[in-house]
């Protein structure tokens, strides 16, 4: 079964410039979550899709980071513009069935971002 | 007060030692409890969960207390392999998986 994919596995940028991840989750995972891990801390979720419509994203900075996935299935996150404090490891990670307790959430192997 | 805190680490111990990861959660309401490894500039990867009547899977064992609002893991006879970055995880009802800032392991010869 193939994981859950990310692109681009790394990305410099500059501040103030736009950038965008795309994730596609494991086949027919409906819940897909956005992470975002700083260095030195756990991961912190940004925001959860149940297929196409938004459970949570109340962690998400909205005057600059969106996020949508249109048709249910991959999912694009996009910072715009960018600050140097958004440097960090984008976690896109999925989940089978509804919305049960994550025992299954498979996390891809994130987009390494650098602002400078 | 951070939803879920860890030990702040790292623990350096010798292999075969023993080692002990304490974690504690603020919201009561939290339905499940996981504990997380991450190897170094790799994702994480589910290690087992937890339940209040405490698991084990080989040389790790995990416990819950509710009523503390207490997580822990216990890995006997270390192994270098076992050297990695240990997340408690809790999760409310909706899925939601909240981390914890981690802790490092790192086991020496």
């Known amino acids: 079964e193939a994981g859950v994919a990310q692109s681009p596995r790394y990305k410099i940028i500059e501040k103030r410039q736009s950038v965008a991840f795309w994730c596609n989750p494991i086949?027919?995972?409906?819940?897909l979550y956005w992470y975002q891990q700083i260095l030195g801390q756990g991961p912190k979720l940004l925001i959860q899709f149940q297929n196409n419509g938004v459970v949570d994203d109340s962690q998400l900075p909205k005057d600059r980071f969106s996020a949508e996935r249109l048709k249910g299935v991959d999912s694009t996150l996009k910072i715009q513009p960018a600050k140097l404090e958004d440097s960090a490891v984008y976690l896109c990670?999925?989940?089978?069935?509804?919305?049960?307790?994550?025992?299954?959430?498979?996390f891809g192997p994130g987009t390494r971002l650098l602002v400078l | 007060r951070k939803e879920v805190e860890q030990d702040p680490g790292p623990f350096n111990v010798p292999e075969g030692a023993t080692v002990a990861f304490n974690c504690t959660y603020s919201?009561?309401?939290?339905?499940?409890f996981f504990w997380y490894r991450q190897d170094c500039r790799k994702e994480p990867k589910l290690l087992m969960s937890v339940y209040s009547s405490g698991n084990e899977d080989g040389r790790f064992t995990a416990q819950l207390n509710r009523a503390s609002q207490y997580i822990s893991l216990l890995i006997r006879d270390s192994k270098l392999s076992d050297s990695a970055t240990y997340l408690c995880?809790?999760?409310?009802?909706?899925?939601?998986?909240?981390f914890g800032q981690g802790t490092e392991l790192s086991v020496k010869p």
């Open positions: 086949s027919g995972h409906a819940t």
């Open positions: 990670a999925s989940l089978g069935g509804g919305l049960a307790g994550g025992t299954s959430q498979y």
């Open positions: 995880v809790v999760s409310n009802q909706g899925g939601k998986l909240i």
């Open positions: 919201n009561s309401a939290s339905q499940s």
